[in-house]
């Protein structure tokens, strides 16, 4: 039986009938109020709750044999306490219950980002130097060592995957918002530094399946960065605007002009209290040249990455399913 967390997320949308095709036996923890259908639909055991209850969590790895936590608090803006309870508290309450039932693997998700921002010129390896820029970075660096402590202090068989920025089905914030929905749906079709800046995408459906890999395979102990290949803004935009059939004709905006306008929207927000639309936050992500070397994953887990044409594809598919393009 596998423990799994975040099932009803982005992640889970893809990892949970991944695992139960391939015949494993899934357990998750879910909220009443969270998109829980489908769960129901594939014959899942369900605990209610969040990591943040130990109550829960116990019941949730409770005869268990893996755990895959894959549960986080995720959002360019908010309090750091909120990030904290989930990220660190949470991940706390799933390692000590882990221990405590003596499971033979825990599969613990975190994200390249923990790095901070990459100096120019730079690649990212798993042994590149962590500087958190913001409260949910700290949170999932903090959450990290939280899982090497159980593992050097009481042996807990643990690996700690890092993906790249999420795209694909399901998904509708961060990565497949900036690159899929503003310019195609919302029509702002805006770049920095004429789209030469590079991120770092990694397709969902790839990363289920290293974390699949993960429970059998891998070194406990480890960390593994999992990302497909940097690609410029500029080429992303193009391969996008192909498979629509429309103009790859962008509107270059001055990096200094992007900066005021978040810095002004996140000063709004502390009287709104809501996210805005481009949180201050987003920058070291935006502005920075992301280039990952998952070689570890590729030779340990083996991790295959999707062509990313093919990944877009995908992606505008089920984005046609729910309506938004034709």
Not at 11 to 32: E, Q, T
Not at 196 to 201: A, N
């Amino acid at each position: 039986m596998i423990a799994v967390t975040g099932a009803t997320g982005f992640l889970g949308h893809n990892l949970i009938p991944l695992l139960v095709n391939s015949g494993h036996c899934v357990r998750a923890l879910a909220r009443r109020n969270s998109d829980h259908c489908f769960l129901q639909d594939l014959g899942i055991e369900l605990v209610w709750g969040d990591t943040r209850d130990p109550a829960a969590v116990n019941q949730l790895i409770e005869g268990c044999d893996a755990v895959v936590h894959a549960a986080g608090h995720f959002r360019f803006w908010g309090k750091y306490e909120d990030f904290h309870s989930t990220n660190v508290e949470g991940t706390r309450n799933m390692l000590e219950a882990a221990r405590r039932v003596g499971v033979q693997r825990f599969v613990h998700v975190s994200t390249v980002v923990v790095v901070g921002a990459p100096y120019p010129g730079t690649i990212i390896n798993e042994g590149y130097p962590c500087h958190p820029r913001d409260d949910y970075q700290r949170s999932k660096l903090d959450g990290e060592g939280q899982v090497m402590t159980y593992h050097t202090r009481y042996g807990l068989p643990a690996i700690i995957l890092r993906p790249g920025a999420y795209y694909g089905p399901y998904g509708r914030y961060a990565w497949n918002r900036l690159f899929f929905e503003d310019p195609h749906v919302r029509g702002l079709r805006v770049q920095i530094h004429g789209g030469q800046h590079l991120t770092f995408p990694i397709f969902v459906p790839d990363f289920a399946r290293v974390i699949e890999a993960a429970l059998t395979r891998g070194t406990p102990g480890e960390i593994y960065n999992v990302c497909g290949p940097s690609m410029t803004h500029r080429e992303v935009n193009h391969v996008i605007c192909r498979l629509l059939g429309r103009s790859p004709r962008f509107v270059n905006v001055p990096e200094g002009a992007m900066l005021a306008l978040a810095r002004l929207m996140t000063a709004l927000s502390r009287f709104t209290r809501r996210e805005p639309f481009y949180p201050i936050n987003l920058a070291a992500y935006v502005f920075n040249d992301w280039v990952v070397n998952s070689s570890k994953a590729v030779r340990e887990l083996g991790f295959d990455s999707t062509p990313f044409e093919e990944g877009a594809r995908l992606t505008l598919d089920w984005y046609r399913s729910i309506g938004f393009f034709r």
